[in-house]
């Protein structure tokens, strides 16, 4: 464009390297001298985190109301990639109702293994699953005249360390593996930025990789938009420049202005890479600009439909994973003890920046209730996972004079959440012991499982039915009355592999030993990939009872 070169030409090098980071937490510089606007970003993968006054990332301070839907492990579940986009479509509108250009999501990173602390964020272990989900999320957001940001690329599986950790990955699986979701999403749906990630992949920095940004991303796949950072993770502003990294998130009040101009002043940097960057800066700026004109009165927010889309997708999400003798769906005219403290303060989100503040919320006690159902609620153990003897013992009561015992039981929030990963595969003991304490006593028993990650389920004999509700977004709990009651029908598929025991994992021995350098020694043999292999190699037959 003659226009946008002639910008250019105008722009003095000071200003060029200012454009470049970010004017705050959320948006970046405004230059009215030039006629470049700013543009506002917002998480997060299933809703908008948007924040209008203290800003963060890791989703401490208060933001807008906005439709939580179900996160990525719910969703993908589903296989349903039109609902993926219809989920997008719904973002995209809400992105509008609050000014918000561009949306950081999706979240495409493989579940290498399971006790990534952030797995709740992220669809599948396996790349094609990942990839046609989050494509269809972006052509749904941006469909919309809204921007997206698919993440982290690359090789980003693990939350311990993640600002210093190297993936270390051969070169069949990060191809295979790490970056096929991101290649499939770029080419088909070219999202309007992509963020790169904390940690070094094979001893560099993704924000400094010239193979990542330039070679791979846009002369092999030909990315057309912008690289953003994920926030803060900025390493050598003059090699991010020379990578092809256009934008630093969030503002670091100048910190590296000076060095990058005297790095081209001495030629150790050439002022076109930054030209380069300045221009997909001002492009998006200009595409923003035009997607808001017209709706300067507000774009008008359907609520009540969001959360029915919302209610939707978490009910084809949901998972059947064991229905022993039909023992669902259940009868309205059943007595159930309705047994964990997460029926009534449902587990819906993960926490960190894709925390969502909603428009409203469903429980299960409520949902179950307002269907008709006969039931008796017992809080049974602490929402923290604490034992509560007390309450334990009348739940175990309760369910003795029951003609089912439903058991919501899984993973509290504390045991999984962005900037850190799980310890173990195990719910809390006290959820483990209901089950078992419950089963002595009744013989009908259902699990509910709420939670981001596949679970150890040592207590699988005692229940006759598993549904698994995964994370499902504000309307979670109607979507598991209209499931247990029949109202609907589960017809979700599990988008990574349960292994019994965590040592099962071909990862196990690896992840989280040496945060700061990952041997991603199993290749390309994760998740199923690798259960299979061991069947062909051994002979034996894998139990998927």
Partial sequence: MNEMKEIIAKMTLEDKIR???GANFWETEHMEQYGIPSFFMSDGPHGLRTQKGES???GINRSEKSTCFPTACASASSWNPQLLRRMGEAIGEESLHFGVDVVLGPGVCMKRNPLCGRNFEYFSEDPYLAG????NWIQGVQSKGVGTSLKHYAANNQEQDRMMGDSMVDERALREIYLSAFEMAVKQSQPNTVMCSYNKVNGTFSSDSKMLLTDILRNEWGFKGLVVTDWGAMNDRIKAFQAGCDLEM???GGMFDENVKQAVEEGRLSESDIDACVERIIR????ARDTRIGISDGYPLDVEAHHNLARKIATECAVLLKNEN???????????????AMAETVRYQGAGSSHINPTKLSDLKTAMEAAGGNVTYYPSYELSGEKNAVELQRAVDGAKEADVAVLVVGLPDAYESEGYDRKHMAMPDSHCELIGEVAKVNPNVVVVLMGGSPVEMPWLNDAKAVLNLFLGGQA??????DLLYGVENPSGKLAETYPVSYKDCSSSETFGINARQVEYAESIYVGYRYYERQEFRYGFHLDTD
Avoid at 132 to 135: A, E, L, R, Y
Avoid at 284 to 287: D, G, N, P, S, Y
């Fill in 250 to 252: 969030p503002s670091s």
């Fill in 19 to 21: 454009l470049c980071s």
């Fill in 132 to 135: 046609v989900m989050g494509t």
């Fill in 284 to 287: 998006l700026a200009w595409k």
């Fill in 326 to 340: 039909e023992i669902l769906p259940l009868k309205k005219t059943a007595h159930i003890a309705l047994c964990g």
């Fill in 476 to 481: 979670v709990g109607e979507a598991g009355a």
């Fill in 56 to 58: 963060d990332h890791l």
